[in-house]
């Protein structure tokens, strides 16, 4: 299984990074994608992916503080997405809910954070709450072919069908296994297994059997286990499909000889 988004470079894993990897690692997760929210964290998750074999990375602003944007920031986001191991640019997207930047500041920041992804062929991991018409319209008016996924997705199943029209995946993290979360449900039953990767969101959204606790990786298979009854398949052909998406998407597949040379 493959935590296609992650945030491993937050303080709650200052005391036991080491053993929230070994963990995620018995459990079946062979790679982790830790996700960066701001200039910091985007070095920090650059660090890491550096550091740890089974751990890449993304770099960008999250729309909460896209107030902080500027072209120093910016500069550092192209530098760092020219590593080897940094596979997309984000988390970007828009945060009506939260609302703790200007929206236009969160639009603009979007827009060159989609430009950053482009000028490096990588694709861009979308951070989008109660936003959906915005995000779509933004997605749309690009005229030009986007790759990325929506991250712990929370819009309608008709949200999820004009998205996944543009060409993304979708992801579903714990909140899928909520007993109240009957509707969000409904939404994964709309789309294929076919459209979606794994993730956590960790440490946020601990899957229901450890919800209010702190989230880490290794509680993926939760979700899986959550997808495989909602499709009524088994855990190893949601750990299949997912993990074929999320290395194609990220281009992170098995590395070739030239790679290990
Ligand atoms: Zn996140």
Known sequence: MID?????????????????????GQAGVEKM????IDAPSSRAAAALARERLNVYAAVGLHPNSAAEADEN????IDDL???????????????????RAPRDAQRRAFLRQIDIAAGHDLPVVIHCRQAY???????????RPLRG??????????????????????????????????ELRGVVRSVRPEDLMLETDAPFLAPQAFRGTRNEPAYVRYI?????????LSLHDIDRITTLNANRLFGIGPPDSAETA
């Not at 929506?150 to 993290?173: I, N, T, V, W």
């Not at 899986?224 to 009524?232: G, K, V």
Request: proline share 3%.
């Open 81 to 99: 997405a020219a590593e080897r191991k940094v596979v997309a640019v984000g988390e970007t997207g828009l945060d009506y809910y939260r609302n």
């Open 33 to 36: 994608i830790t996700i960066g």
């Open 4 to 24: 296609t988004h992650c945030h491993l470079d937050f303080p709650d894993y200052h005391e036991d990074l080491d053993q929230v990897i070994e963990r995620a």
């Open 224 to 232: 899986a286990r959550a997808l495989a009854r909602l499709y009524d």
């Open 73 to 76: 920031l910016w500069r550092e």
């Open 133 to 143: 018409d915005d995000c779509y319209d933004i997605l749309r008016g690009l005229g």
């Open 149 to 182: 996924v929506m991250h712990c997705f929370s819009g309608s199943a008709e949200d999820a069908r004009r998205f996944l029209d543009l060409g993304l995946l979708l992801s579903f993290g714990g909140p899928v296994t909520f007993p109240n979360a009957e």
